[in-house]
């Protein structure tokens, strides 16, 4: 990106993209992976715990709550924990 001012000098600037399909208030693929296998064997109420003492933020970089794990999950396209009878 080229900065023109209006005394007449100019600055290039590098400044990075965002990817196609992704901003910057995206989560790592490593917890995506996690809540993707965790959803097959517990609620989002028990995932939740377990990425906040792992350390894993939100997009945002907030702690984990059982609503944040639901909207990921459900981004995602990953199906609810049914508990089998």
Do not use: F
């Not at 590098?14 to 910057?24: A, P, S, Y």
């Not at 907030?62 to 990921?72: E, H, P, R």
């Amino acid at each position: 990106m080229a900065l023109h001012w209006q005394g007449g000098r100019s600055y290039a600037l590098k400044i990075k993209k965002n990817v196609c399909g992704k901003h910057r208030w995206t989560v790592e693929e490593d917890v995506e992976v996690l809540v993707r296998e965790l959803a097959r064997l517990m609620p989002d109420r028990a995932i939740a715990p377990i990425l906040n003492r792992a350390g894993k933020v939100t997009g945002r970089q907030n702690g984990w709550t059982q609503s944040a794990v639901c909207t990921l999950r459900n981004r995602m396209g990953v199906p609810v924990y049914r508990e089998e009878k």
